[in-house]
């Protein structure tokens, strides 16, 4: 039974930094899945793809709201992927949820289809980041 959890959220200032975790179990390897998104959901907004991981080879992929601020990664042995958030702003502020590919993967899920939250089989159940000072 896969699962992913994320924690980290909380309430950080104009500037400051926070890193999100997403705990995944159930995939007995990255070979059982090929890529592991970060999406978040403000409110009265549409959920919106922030960054992706490909499990293959560790390439990563991020909206333009969010270039050279955040960075995304993980850690095999923890099975964990990480959302390392810099300079935030008050339009960061969001739930934030991470989603697991298991379908897809590939060339065109890569350039075309990573940030749109239909083509994901799995979700965390998301953690808040409200940034104000």
């Known amino acids: 039974q896969v699962q992913l959890v994320e924690s980290g959220g909380g309430l950080v200032q104009p500037e400051g930094s926070l890193r999100l975790s997403c705990a995944t179990s159930?995939?007995?390897?990255?070979?059982?899945?090929?890529?592991i998104g970060w999406f978040r959901q403000a409110p009265g907004k549409e959920r919106e793809g922030v960054a992706c991981?490909?499990?293959?080879?560790?390439?990563?992929y991020y909206a333009d709201s969010v270039k050279g601020r955040f960075t995304v990664s993980r850690d095999s042995v923890k099975n964990t992927v990480y959302l390392q958030m810099s300079s935030l702003k008050a339009e960061d502020t969001a739930v934030y949820y991470c989603?697991?590919?298991?379908?897809?993967?590939?060339?065109?899920?890569?350039?075309?289809?990573?940030?749109?939250?239909?083509?994901?089989?799995?979700w965390g159940q998301g953690t808040q980041v409200t940034v104000s000072s």
């Open positions: 989603a697991g590919d298991t379908t897809y993967g590939g060339r065109i899920f890569f350039t075309q289809m990573w940030n749109d939250p239909q083509w994901y089989d799995y």
């Open positions: 991981i490909s499990a293959e080879d560790g390439s990563s």
């Open positions: 159930g995939f007995s390897s990255e070979s059982d899945y090929y890529a």
